[in-house]
């Protein structure tokens, strides 16, 4: 018994820490959910194929996830390069889409919106739509960001990742990511 209650208080302490290291998660979750995000064109931690990339047709690479929490009212997608010389560097933005989509096929349109629903915000290289890997030099890392959301974001096309990270903040049920690298061939 004295293990069932000692389990008990370890799980509540884990589900506590999951909450308090992401400000972000909906307030009053007990623990935010883990979306699994997946890649047909590389695995986690594994290179991002050119095709996809500024050496390539610089398309967006076809995404799949799942455990969106039943309660989701749309998903956002946030990619961006944490390891770009003059910071953190973004690389697509999408919102609003509906909670029943569960991926996105490869070489979205670079446009507003989305066929079947979503929105497109502007990348650091000030478009709307994907603009792939292009490292001055070194490894990079692209993380894929996943995020289920209690709201719809009623955003006009073109918000930033800062717009739409305010306009998230607690409204997040799960997340989720998936981490690509990339090393330019010269």
Same mark, same amino acid.
């Given at each position: 018994?004295?293990?069932?209650?000692l389990?008990?208080?370890a799980?509540?302490?884990?589900?506590?820490?999951?909450c308090?290291?992401?400000?972000?998660?909906?307030?009053?979750?007990k623990?935010?959910?883990t979306?699994?995000?997946?890649? *047909?064109?590389?695995?986690h931690?594994? =290179?991002? $194929? @050119?095709?996809y +990339?500024?050496?390539?047709?610089d398309?967006?690479?076809? /995404?799949?996830w799942?455990?969106?929490?039943?309660?989701?009212?749309?998903?956002?997608l946030?990619c961006?390069?944490?390891?770009?010389?003059?910071?953190?560097?973004?690389?697509?933005?999408?919102?609003g889409?509906?909670p029943?989509?569960?991926?996105l096929p490869?070489n979205?349109p670079?446009?507003?919106t989305?066929?079947g629903?979503g929105?497109q915000?502007?990348?650091?290289f *000030?478009r709307?739509?994907?603009?792939? =890997?292009? $490292? @001055?030099?070194? +490894?990079?890392?692209?993380?894929?960001k996943?995020y289920? /959301?209690?709201?719809?974001?009623?955003?006009?096309?073109?918000?930033?990742k800062?717009?739409?990270e305010?306009?998230?903040?607690?409204?997040?049920?799960?997340?989720?990511e998936?981490?690509?690298?990339?090393?330019?061939?010269?």
């Amino acid at each position: 018994m004295e293990k069932i209650v000692l389990l008990f208080i370890a799980v509540g302490m884990l589900s506590v820490s999951v909450c308090a290291k992401n400000p972000d998660v909906k307030k009053g979750a007990k623990k935010m959910g883990t979306i699994t995000v997946t890649g *047909q064109a590389f695995n986690h931690m594994q =290179p991002i $194929p @050119p095709q996809y +990339t500024c050496d390539g047709a610089d398309i967006s690479p076809p /995404l799949t996830w799942n455990n969106v929490p039943p309660a989701a009212k749309s998903i956002a997608l946030i990619c961006d390069d944490p390891d770009a010389p003059a910071g953190t560097w973004v690389h697509w933005v999408v919102y609003g889409l509906p909670p029943a989509i569960d991926s996105l096929p490869e070489n979205v349109p670079k446009t507003d919106t989305i066929p079947g629903g979503g929105i497109q915000g502007k990348n650091d290289f *000030q478009r709307v739509g994907w603009n792939g =890997p292009c $490292p @001055p030099g070194g +490894t990079h890392r692209y993380f894929f960001k996943i995020y289920a /959301l209690d709201i719809m974001l009623n955003l006009p096309a073109g918000k930033t990742k800062t717009a739409i990270e305010k306009a998230m903040k607690g409204h997040i049920l799960a997340q989720g990511e998936l981490v690509g690298t990339y090393t330019r061939k010269k």
